[in-house]
Structure formats: C-alpha cells, structure tokens
C-alpha cells in the first residue's frame, strides 16, 4: 500500500467522510500501460473507498448504461492528500510496483470513464462525455487533439473537485483546461498529487488539534511558500499542503 508520505504517518482517530474525490492522473501508454489515480483532495478527512467504484464503457458509450463497474478495494481508507492507483496487470513494473489495485480491465482513450459513488448514486468525477456514441479518437482538452488518447493526463494543482459528470467543466470548453496533456508512458508522478485552493486552506481552521511543526520534505522547519510542506499535528497526524504566494 503506498502512501503519500515519506514518513511513517500514524493517525489515531479516522472520521469517514462524504467529500467528493477526483481523477489525478489518467494514462493511455503503450500496449498495457493504462491507469488512472484517483486522489482525495481533503487537507483533514479521510474517505472509505467502500462504496466507489470506477465506470466506463466502450467508444462513449452506446446505451445509457455503463458496461463495466470495477469496486475499489472494500475496506480501503484513502487519507488526506493520499491517491490511489489503479492499473492494467500486464502494465510497466515501475506502475505495478506503485499500484493499489491491479485489474485486467481498463478502457481506453476513447472510452468514458467515470468516478462513481454508489452510496449517493452519483458521478464524481468523468473524463469524456456519456452516452456520445461512435467516439474512436477520443476527446480533446483545450488546445490538444485527442487528448484523451495515447498521452498522460495530470489534473492541474488549483482543482480540488471532481467535475460531477460534467466533462465541458473539464476539457477548456468553458473555462480554463483542468488538466494538463503530457507524452504517453510517463508514469514519474504517480501516486504524487497535490492540490490548494481557498476551501482547502480554510478547512484547516475547524478542527480540534494544535500545530506542532511545519517542515519541508527532508524533515527541516520551514515556511517557504511555492513548495510542498508537511504540515505536523500534535495527534500524529501529518497532512501535506503548498502555500501559494
């Protein structure tokens, strides 16, 4: 099981949460290199994976149900700032050895595929458009042609909510692309992912804990705004965050 941080991370109590989570990085590689990371965008709730399950079909979709739904792991508590990485099982090493569930079933770039929550009977996060049938080239983000294909997506760092099913709030057609469109078969920042956002900051000021150091990486007290800081609680508890000056 992999975690988000370096150092052993030991939170004493866990509160099951209801706040959405999100794709943070989609990937269509060479033969069997497919993944998708799902990440947990919350600075202090940690989220059961129970009731989620990862859905899609083929070319969009040609009917108005989804022809696979793949549970994640039961059991499974995503942490704060944590992700979790699904993967092809006849994928690269290097993104079976950084997996969290391994399946024999992931679409490709021109499949719908969509981020489920059973226990709402909602959609939480999607990449592509449901029910668009005959899709065989994928579909595009911003500036970049059928993005969706044979390239590496990364979820840019100012989104912190999944597009609730809404794939033109994602791809640059209304505002802003919210992802970032790469080579294919870069797997470097899997199970690396970060996101701020004022919500996110102010989250912080409701809980019962006191702060007892803020360091950098290597474990040195810092303040430095722009990088990734370990945020340290007197529970335990070490939750990752980047102040943006």
Request: net charge negative; glycine share 8%; with cysteine.
């Amino acid at each position: 099981m992999k975690k988000i941080f370096i150092a052993l991370v030991c939170i004493p109590f866990i509160s099951f949460s209801q706040n959405g989570l999100l794709f943070s990085e989609y990937g269509e590689g060479s033969a069997f290199n497919k993944w998708i990371e799902v990440y947990n965008p919350s600075l202090t709730q940690s989220v059961s994976l129970d009731n989620y399950s990862y859905n899609f079909c083929w070319n969009g979709c040609d009917s108005l149900e989804w022809e696979f739904s793949i549970s994640l792991d039961s059991g499974y508590v995503l942490l704060p700032g944590e992700t979790y990485l699904i993967v092809h099982y006849n994928a690269d090493t290097a993104l079976l050895n950084a997996s969290n569930q391994i399946t024999n079933i992931l679409g490709n770039g021109d499949d719908v595929v969509a981020l489920y929550n059973k226990s709402t009977d909602m959609i939480e996060d999607i990449i592509g458009v449901f029910d668009s049938i005959g899709v065989n080239d994928g579909w595009n983000i911003g500036d970049s042609i059928h993005a969706t294909k044979n390239h590496t997506l990364i979820r840019k760092t100012g989104v912190c909510t999944g597009n609730m099913g809404d794939w033109s709030l994602s791809d640059g057609s209304i505002t802003d692309p919210e992802w970032i469109v790469g080579i294919k078969d870069n797997f470097d920042d899997v199970g690396i992912h970060t996101c701020y956002s004022t919500n996110s900051v102010m989250e912080f000021t409701s809980k019962n804990k006191s702060l007892i150091k803020i360091a950098n990486i290597l474990g040195q007290q810092s303040n430095d705004y722009n990088k990734m800081l370990l945020y340290i609680y007197d529970d335990g508890s070490v939750i990752k965050r980047i102040v943006i000056d």
